[in-house]
């Protein structure tokens, strides 16, 4: 806590003593017809600074400094123009008028700035950017979003609000970070997830394989997933949405911002609401019934039961955008409540009744950053978190059922028997209410300076502190014998960037530290009512360190190149389990380290003003020792015992002393007269364990096997087509297609049918409408339209056909 307070007051400090001047650029592009300009790219030489236009032609800059400059837009549609502007005060507008080419005419300006997009992207590292613009009008989770990208496979046990795990070409679990703008989403609680925050709330999603950028340092070594919520205060609106579809889902999100030009402050405020039954029909192999006599039949036909779920939260935010002493100063508050019903356990073989959970979570946040601060090149980010969450589980029932609700009868013959009610018996075991409260801050603070132009080096820092408390409220008298853990951890990370050779060539090289520090209050003995404690403090360190270079051998041509040697240590979640996720604890789990590798190219093209190719490639070697996955075993495999069970209920995380994973994934993007965007990407690897020889030398039997649970095939594709004008004048009218493959995979060690995971191919179709006044946009989606049989983490089956309609709409909208 005391390092949380140090870093607000740290950040407050520099309120008065900032003194740079900076404005906001912004207007509309139109042609000499009025007809708005899509995807014009506005650029400011001088500053390297560009952007690209809306679908009302609008563009927007920030934080930039006083001074006169020079505007160049370029675009297949129009004629390059130039405009000389000034800025001189806080907000400044400026609307061009361009003349409209025939078809027939190049572009005859290159502009030869790069997109936000594109930086990122060619910047060396194993990064792709998700754009959520279109996605957000549609009836898209954001994890729907990520698991159509390339080498990213989002794994759920089950319908909306169940657990996840993200797969990153094989890297999984917690070796994967996931980000709120730069900070842990775990801090915000169970209900602030990426399944439950709407796209209409993103502005762009980063999924880095591998080596990650050092502002993203921490406790993962298979890359992250960081996601960026919007921000620009540009315009003053209000948007909201709604939407219904199967299985009794609907959703509702609204959002609002408001700056003052005057004095810069800004309040922005967003919430959603989601619900579903989930109660989608089952068939697959792991839905059974058991006849009287427990004669068991398999693919039985049933709906999903037990598996509402149901997710409010709201984030508030208020401060100040583009003022003298500050780019971005807000501090903000999160909070979130779901209810949730648990279905089965980690496997779909045994159906629960009564299992539930309940998350809450209140989240208080500051985020600061500026951009020459006292000195021209050097620039603060700080972000600080400080939450309370709590977890409540139920399970109090103890009747056997079949997954109809109906009771489970022992015999065969004579008058029904069931196996009746078994007292301090649960659906998982021993019947359990219990409540676990979590306390977490985490700051990560960022100081860079630009030493010459093309050159930065930059200092970073995370501070993370965790306190669990367990309750027992069944048998409240077993709460005082539970242990007390804290987590304490502190990573320094430092980076040096380059561009050199007009730019052709980047690197970005890096090391980082850390320390962390687990402490534990152990009651031991108990005297005349007092509690007598063991007090444990274990300490552990790891360093690593990396780098990426990207060299542009030919225009619009990058080769990338990045390599790591990196560590996780064990989390919360390894160490003590989570009972609300079925994850047992595992006190004797060791670090991770990893060392990996990614060789990639990029290239963009078009043969003329109608086609455009984007091509991506990327091969990657990563080694593993100690390799933290959750175990699909009734024994550890290191142990070497054989034994599997087909119902497994729960898991946890063990080590596998070595592993291997080699592969590759590819994309590429063809768009068409900017109304035909297609789509197709793959990723193939073999993520193998390699477990060393015994005492007698002999290999084991799993030696060299595919590591299970782990899509290690998939293929993607999408397409979408837009009609201008369609049925009505400056209407617009998007056609979305989409397919996803995933290849048969082991579900658990063993080679069994019942055990591997079959081959799955589903189908999406979807349509949006967006009306003239560009104010209301209608879109309905058709997922699995084929009602294929499709799975997710260890078997459990994911929906079959379903349809929803989704309304956008802009309640106002006063740019200034």
Do not use: C
């Not at 950028?213 to 996601?227: E, F, K, R, T």
């Not at 534990?520 to 690593?544: C, D, F, H, M």
């Not at 034994?643 to 080590?655: K, R, W």
């Amino acid at each position: 806590m005391k390092h949380f307070l140090l870093s607000l007051l740290f950040a407050f400090a520099f309120n008065s003593i900032v003194n740079a001047q900076t404005g906001s650029i912004s207007g509309k592009i139109v042609m000499d017809n009025k007809e708005p300009v899509i995807g014009a790219v506005v650029n400011i030489k001088s500053i390297n600074k560009q952007a690209l236009t809306d679908e009302k032609g609008g563009y927007s800059f920030k934080n930039i400094p006083y001074g006169s400059y020079t505007l160049e837009v370029g675009s297949m549609e129009i004629f390059a123009k130039k405009l000389e502007i000034i800025v001189n005060k806080p907000e400044n507008t400026f609307n061009i008028i361009t003349k409209a080419k025939d078809g027939k005419v190049l572009n005859e300006v290159a502009i030869t700035g790069k997109t936000e997009k594109k930086k990122m992207e060619t910047s060396g590292f194993a990064v792709g950017i998700i754009e959520t613009k279109e996605a957000s009008l549609r009836n898209l989770t954001t994890n729907e979003l990520l698991d159509r990208s390339v080498g990213v496979r989002v794994r759920q046990n089950g319908g909306e609000g169940s657990p996840i795990e993200y797969n990153l070409n094989g890297m999984s679990g917690s070796t994967i970070g996931l980000f709120l703008d730069g900070i842990e989403i775990s801090t915000y609680g169970s209900s602030f997830n990426l399944n439950n925050i709407p796209p209409s709330m993103i502005e762009r999603i980063e999924v880095y394989k591998g080596v990650l950028p050092s502002h993203l340092s921490g406790n993962y070594i298979g890359g992250a997933i960081n996601v960026i919520m919007k921000k620009d205060a540009s315009a003053n609106n209000i948007t909201a949405s709604a939407s219904y579809g199967s299985f009794n889902t609907y959703r509702a999100d609204l959002g609002g911002l408001y700056r003052n030009p005057k004095n810069g402050l800004t309040v922005r405020a967003s919430g959603f609401y989601s619900h579903s039954d989930n109660d989608y029909e089952m068939w697959g192999k792991f839905s059974k019934y058991d006849l009287p006599g427990l004669k068991t039949i398999r693919y039985y036909r049933t709906k999903r039961p037990n598996d509402k779920f149901e997710s409010i939260g709201g984030r508030f935010e208020v401060g100040f955008s583009n003022v003298k002493w500050a780019d971005q100063f807000f501090i903000g508050y999160n909070i979130s409540d779901t209810y949730k019903e648990i279905p089965h356990g980690l496997t779909m073989t045994k159906p629960y009744f009564g299992r539930f959970n309940e998350y809450q979570a209140h989240v208080v946040s500051l985020n600061y950053s500026k951009n020459n601060l006292l000195i021209d090149g050097l620039s603060l980010n700080v972000n600080a978190v400080h939450s309370r969450r709590s977890t409540y589980l139920q399970d109090t029932v103890s009747l056997k059922y079949n997954w109809d609700g109906t009771l489970k009868i022992k015999n065969s013959e004579g008058p029904p028997e069931t196996f009746g009610y078994e007292p301090g018996m649960g659906q998982q075991g021993e019947a359990v209410m219990t409540n676990i409260d979590r306390t977490i801050s985490n700051v990560r603070s960022n100081l860079a300076y630009t030493i010459i132009s093309g050159h930065r080096l930059s200092l970073n820092h995370k501070f993370e502190k965790s306190s669990r408390d367990d309750q027992d409220l069944l048998i409240p008298e077993r709460s005082k014998w539970i242990t007390l853990n804290d987590l304490t951890t502190n990573i320094w990370a430092m980076n040096y960037e380059a561009e050199i050779f007009k730019g052709k060539i980047k690197t970005n090289f890096f090391g980082k530290y850390a320390v962390y520090q687990t402490n534990q209050t152990i009651p031991v003995s108990e005297t005349n009512g007092v509690l007598a404690y063991e007090y444990n403090i274990a300490k552990r360190n790891n360093k690593g360190f990396g780098g990426t270079i990207s060299y542009e051998a030919i225009r619009n041509g990058f080769l990338i190149v990045s390599g790591e040697k990196s560590f996780i240590m064990p989390t919360d979640r390894h160490i003590y389990g989570e009972p609300e996720n079925n994850l047992l604890p595992n006190p004797d789990i060791l670090p991770e380290l990893a060392i990996n590798y990614n060789l990639g190219a990029r290239y963009g093209f078009q043969t003329s003003t109608r086609h455009k190719f984007n091509l991506y490639g990327n091969m990657f070697w990563r080694n593993g020792y100690d390799k933290i996955i959750q175990q699909t075993r009734t024994d550890a495999v290191i142990e070497g015992r054989e034994n599997q069970v087909e119902d497994i209920q729960v898991t946890q995380f063990v080590n596998l002393a070595k592993t291997q994973s080699i592969g590759f994934e590819a994309e590429i993007n063809y768009i068409y007269n900017n109304r035909l965007n297609a789509m197709l990407n793959f990723s193939k690897f073999n993520s193998l364990f390699k477990v060393p020889l015994d005492e007698n030398g002999n290999r084991h039997s799993l030696y060299n096997l595919q590591i299970p649970n782990e899509p290690f095939f998939t293929i993607n594709t999408n397409i979408q087509y837009r009609f201008k004008d369609a049925f009505q004048k400056k209407s617009d009218l998007n056609i979305y297609y989409n397919a996803g493959y995933v290849a048969p995979f082991r579900t658990i060690w063993m080679e069994s049918e019942w055990f591997t995971t079959p081959t799955q191919l589903a189908h999406d179709l979807g349509a949006s409408y967006r009306f003239p006044s560009g104010k209301m946009v209608v879109s309905f989606d058709a997922k699995n339209i084929l009602n294929a049989e499709v799975y997710d983490n260890f078997g459990v089956q994911k929906p079959g056909q379903a349809f929803y309609i989704k309304l956008n709409y802009t309640i106002n909208n006063f740019n200034k």
